[in-house]
């Protein structure tokens, strides 16, 4: 069944150690996403992509990096994790020609303490 | 830039009362948007498009360009409905979407 998945759901971390949140969609979709969100708040677009080799920035500044080598992975990576961090993580994708109809995960929260 | 505003972070009715979320946005273009909905425990997903014009679970938004605003209606609110509302913009030609605040619709039994 197509989806969008993402790992791992929870994760509590100390300072300093490096992170990986993976983002994987079987949707065929081009664009994806990645959105932070503390909670009852806005939903903050921090990366987003095209498609392979294409990577942006978003409208919120993050100390988070992605990569997009293969269509469907999409990985978020923080090098040195801070409690600065803490929060939740959506990753999104959409179809191309329409990209306000997106598909999420259902969100990895992070901790770091 | 493009902004999205919902100005009620809560808002509680009765049963079977109407319910409108308001939404307003700026955008110098022509905007698409839409109304995304997280039930309690699920991920966020699309409840409906402007484009498309449709009533979904009884839910409906007219864009209204010259208030710059895509209101969410529903005539009868059902306790199913309580769930985090956000209004959502794309713009066009450019490839990322701008959410709102959202506003929690409490449906009172």
């Known amino acids: 069944e197509a989806d969008i998945y993402q790992t791992p759901r929870y994760l509590v971390i100390g300072t300093g150690k490096k992170i990986t949140l993976e983002c994987s969609q079987t949707?065929?979709?081009?664009?994806m996403y990645w959105y932070q969100q503390d909670p009852g708040m806005e939903l903050h677009l921090i990366h987003y992509?095209?498609?392979?080799?294409?990577?942006e920035k978003g409208d919120l500044s993050s100390e988070s990096t992605v990569s997009r080598i293969r269509t469907e992975h999409f990985p978020l990576t923080l090098e040195s994790a801070r409690p600065s961090h803490t929060s939740q993580y959506l990753c999104?994708?959409?179809?191309?020609?329409?990209?306000?109809?997106?598909?999420f995960g259902e969100g990895s929260r992070l901790t770091v303490l | 830039a493009q902004r999205v505003t919902q100005p009620e972070k809560l808002l509680s009715v009765f049963k079977g009362a109407p319910v409108e979320l308001k939404c307003n946005y700026s955008?110098?273009?022509?905007?698409?948007l839409f109304w995304y909905v997280q039930y309690s425990r699920q991920r966020l997903q699309l409840l409906l498009r402007?484009?498309s014009r449709e009533s979904i679970k009884g839910f409906t938004a007219d864009l209204n360009k010259g208030e710059t605003s895509f209101h969410l209606k529903k005539p009868f609110a059902q306790e199913e409905d309580s769930a985090m509302y956000y209004c959502?913009?794309?713009?066009?030609?450019?490839?990322?979407?701008?959410f709102g605040t959202g506003t929690k619709l409490q449906v009172i039994p």
């Open positions: 999104a994708s959409s179809a191309q020609g329409r990209t306000g109809e997106l598909f």
């Open positions: 949707m065929g979709h081009d664009k």
């Open positions: 992509s095209y498609g392979v080799n294409s990577t």
């Open positions: 955008y110098s273009g022509s905007p698409e």
């Open positions: 402007h484009i």
């Open positions: 959502a913009l794309a713009s066009g030609g450019y490839q990322k979407v701008t």
